[in-house]
C-alpha cells in the first residue's frame, strides 16, 4: 500500500470547488487547509489544496495520479 499525493490549483471559481469535489468523491483526502494567492501574471486569485489518498500499489514516477 502506497500514500499518494496531489497538488490541486485553479483559478478561484466554481472550478477549483468541482476539481476538489471531483477528487474526493474518488476518494482522496483533504491533507491541511487549502491556499489561496494572487497570480499577477493573469491577474486572478488562485486556489490550491492539497489531498491524499492510499492505493494498493507500488509507486512510480509515470502514475497518472489523478486516475488513482
Not at 500500500?1 to 476538489?20: G, I, N, P, Q, W
Not at 471531483?22 to 488562485?46: C, E, F, H, I, Q
Amino acid at each position: 500500500m502506497v500514500k499518494l499525493y496531489r497538488l490541486l490549483t485553479e483559478e478561484d471559481t466554481s472550478a477549483f470547488c468541482h476539481k476538489v469535489s471531483d477528487a474526493l468523491a474518488k476518494g482522496w483526502d483533504l491533507y491541511g487547509d487549502p491556499t489561496y494567492a494572487y497570480d499577477a501574471t493573469n491577474s486572478v486569485m488562485r486556489c490550491a489544496q492539497a489531498v491524499t489518498k492510499e492505493v494498493e500499489a507500488d509507486y512510480s514516477p509515470d502514475m497518472k495520479l489523478g486516475q488513482q
